[in-house]
């Protein structure tokens, strides 16, 4: 597995393009799975987890074209209705392919999903709303199979609230007849994404944004263009990697909208915000200031970057309270932290990062794609050099991350391991 070997204590300026949101393009492509015609996507990001749903797409049919930050997919011959395990086990998103298959195909063979060991993230919610539909759900062998053959519209109340679930039930109401009610549903900018694509399909859809959500099904949808939004993840990342480092970085095509909560939090650590447009400038405070936080669903703080910003607090002047709320088992980077001299405590959901800790370069382990940021981070503010293993996740989720952070002036090298 390949690693990184950075060489810290430098302060990163410049400017960095932000790609297209994973979280958003991999919906976007499983959408493509509801009707025949030849659909295109741009600013779609280079990652490995878009290469697997590509595989997973041509699996069942859907031919793909990729030309740099393009891709096109036609699904005029749907040859499979299942997601095997091979495909499955390293992307949970993979799950997203059950609502367009239920919809067009009324059946779904899908592999228990798998990717970052952050939390058990089940797929229950999606399940029950399909049973709620009509469906009927098995489960054996490691997969979930739904045989839809009287799906319908339905009055739909998720127990908690759930993107890819809002996603799933989204797609699969797209074609039924009557109006599908969703609440509680998700508010997330790239469920948004979705409404906002499949409506320009031809979907009926009202009230995405919000935790109300009306689908009115249609007799079919058509093919369609489409860009792929900013990812506000990977923005939130090259803030902090300004803010850690004390320098100035600018952000091109930054999603400045969908950043307001942890944007303001930047702030109160003494770094300077400018807003031009789709631009973000970012200058780093010479003395950070500790803050707390707490994750929760969109608007709040994402989850997303409740990791690199624990590597922001352990250089930060005071001390700072975290609380994770969304996932049980995010605290995962926390030992590899300490490993580089960070002063950090876990009581429950809550870590208690004890600032103005000088960080040092070591050996240590990434555990899932947003860990892996966090280490990246607290390398570039660390002194000596620090060699970050199993990267695999960072590439899951960050187009090309070490080669924006070297334009910027870091110095990281990817080192190939047999």
């Known amino acids: 597995m390949d690693s990184f070997l950075i060489e810290g204590g430098k302060k990163l300026e410049g400017e960095v393009n932000i790609s297209g949101a994973k979280n958003a393009a991999l919906p976007l492509l499983a959408a493509s799975l509801l009707c025949e015609g030849t659909h295109s ?46 495909l499955v086990k390293t992307m949970r998103a993979s799950v997203l392919v059950m609502g367009p298959l239920v919809a067009r195909l009324r059946h779904a063979k899908v592999s228990l999903p798998g990717g970052c060991a952050i939390g058990a993230r089940p797929i229950d919610l999606h399940l029950k ?25 339905a009055h739909i109340s998720f127990d908690k609230v759930t993107v890819t679930g809002t996603e799933n039930i989204m797609m699969a109401a797209c074609l039924l007849k009557g109006t599908t009610i969703l609440e509680n549903a998700a508010k997330e900018p790239e469920v948004v994404e979705l409404a906002e694509h499949l409506c320009n399909m031809g979907a009926k859809i009202r009230g995405a944004g919000t935790h109300h959500i009306e689908i009115e099904g249609v007799e079919k949808l058509h093919a369609v263009h489409h860009r792929v939004m900013s990812d506000r993840i990977e923005a939130g990342t090259f803030v902090i990697a300004a803010a850690i480092t004390g320098g100035k970085i600018t952000l091109h095509n930054a999603p400045t909208e969908n950043l ?92 208690i990062v004890n600032g103005k800790r000088k960080l040092t370069g070591a050996p240590i382990m990434a555990t899932d794609l947003r860990a892996s940021a966090c280490l990246v981070l607290a390398a570039l503010a660390a002194d000596g050099q620090t060699e ?23 110095n990281i090298i990817r080192k190939k391991n047999i």
Request: aromatic letters at 6%.
């Open 260 to 351: 307001s909560v942890f944007l303001d939090r930047i702030i109160d650590t003494g770094a300077s915000v400018e807003k031009n447009k789709n631009d973000l400038t970012i200058i780093g405070a010479s003395e950070i200031k500790s803050v707390n936080i707490s994750t929760a669903p969109h608007p709040g703080f994402a989850t997303d970057l409740q990791a690199q910003f624990m590597a922001l607090m352990c250089k930060a002047n005071g001390t700072s309270i975290i609380n994770e709320n969304i996932f049980e088992n995010r605290f995962m980077h926390v030992p590899e932290l300490k490993r580089m001299g960070a002063d950090i405590n876990i009581e429950g959901h809550t870590a």
């Open 388 to 410: 970050v293993s199993r990267i695999y996740h960072l590439d899951r989720g960050y187009d090309h991350m070490e080669e924006k952070l070297c334009a910027l002036g870091a």
């Open 129 to 153: 709303a399909l049973e709620q539909m009509g469906a009927k759900v098995e489960l054996h062998d490691g997969y979930v199979e739904v045989f839809a053959e009287n799906l319908k519209a």
């Open 41 to 86: 996507l741009e600013n779609v990001p280079r990652l490995r987890d878009i290469s697997t749903m590509l595989k997973l797409l041509s699996h069942l049919g859907v031919s793909s074209e990729q030309n740099g930050n393009g891709v096109k997919l036609n699904a005029d011959k749907i040859v499979a209705d299942d997601a095997p395990y091979e």
